[in-house]
């Protein structure tokens, strides 16, 4: 089955504690990008990344930290998460770059820290 | 800078009736991309519909179509027949050349039977 899988899907963490959500596709797709959503204000880019070792800063970048050492995965990492970063995450991934390209969803993360 | 502006924060109709959620868009990029997603109360994204910013006929997928009105920067969508299962909140977003895509603050609607 063609999906996008993120992992954790809930975590609760405490100020400070380093911490990476996984996201996954088997798609074979080009383009992945992660996303926040917050009561509100919608959802808002991250990270993006265009293939393996191109990555670019979406509209709130600050506090996390993206790779993409393979095409499949993209994984963001807070490396001081803070209470402001408490949100639901998304990762979605689309086949390439076309701005034609609907993007795939993941099930999404929700973060809590305290 | 790219924009989309979602002003019905929700929205009500009627099983069967037709609904409009609106959508205004900001860009200067020639070519850009317009697509809408649902959101259920289980939270998952599901692609509704895609607009792009040279097709000449406003796209149509089923139950949903897009009215694309390019001089006025409007991409509203119109969901006809609406049914219980259409009850979600609704995302417009916009994907420019650079990659960035960036999403509206979404409308919720709520189908009454």
């Known amino acids: 089955e063609a999906q996008v899988t993120q992992n954790p899907r809930y975590l609760i963490t405490v100020t400070g504690k380093k911490l990476t959500v996984t996201c996954s596709q088997n798609?074979?797709?080009?383009?992945m990008s992660w996303y926040r959503q917050d009561p509100g204000l919608g959802l808002r880019q991250i990270y993006y990344?265009?293939?393996?070792?191109?990555?670019d800063k979406g509209d709130v970048p600050e506090g996390y930290k993206v790779s993409r050492k393979e095409k499949r995965n993209f994984p963001l990492i807070l490396e001081s998460p803070s209470p402001n970063q408490t949100s639901l995450y998304f990762c979605?991934?689309?086949?390439?770059?076309?701005?034609?390209?609907?993007?795939?969803f993941g099930p999404g993360t929700r973060l809590t820290v305290t | 800078a790219q924009k989309i502006t979602q002003t019905q924060p929700g929205m009500f109709v009627q099983e069967k009736e037709a609904v409009t959620l609106d959508c205004t868009y900001d860009t200067s990029d020639p070519s850009y991309g317009l697509f809408w997603y649902k959101q259920p109360s289980s939270g998952e994204m599901i692609f509704l519909i895609y607009?792009?910013?040279?097709?000449?006929q406003n796209a149509t997928e089923g139950r949903y179509s897009l009215n694309f009105q390019k001089a006025r920067k409007s991409a509203n969508l119109v969901i006809s027949a609406s049914q219980l299962g259409d009850s979600a909140m609704y995302f417009c977003a916009m994907r420019g050349g650079y990659q960035k895509v960036t999403f509206g603050t979404g409308t919720k609607l709520q189908v009454i039977p």
């Open positions: 990344s265009m293939n393996v070792e191109v990555t």
């Open positions: 979605a991934s689309s086949l390439g770059t076309s701005v034609s390209y609907e993007q795939y």
């Open positions: 798609m074979n797709h080009e383009y």
């Open positions: 607009q792009g910013s040279y097709d000449q």
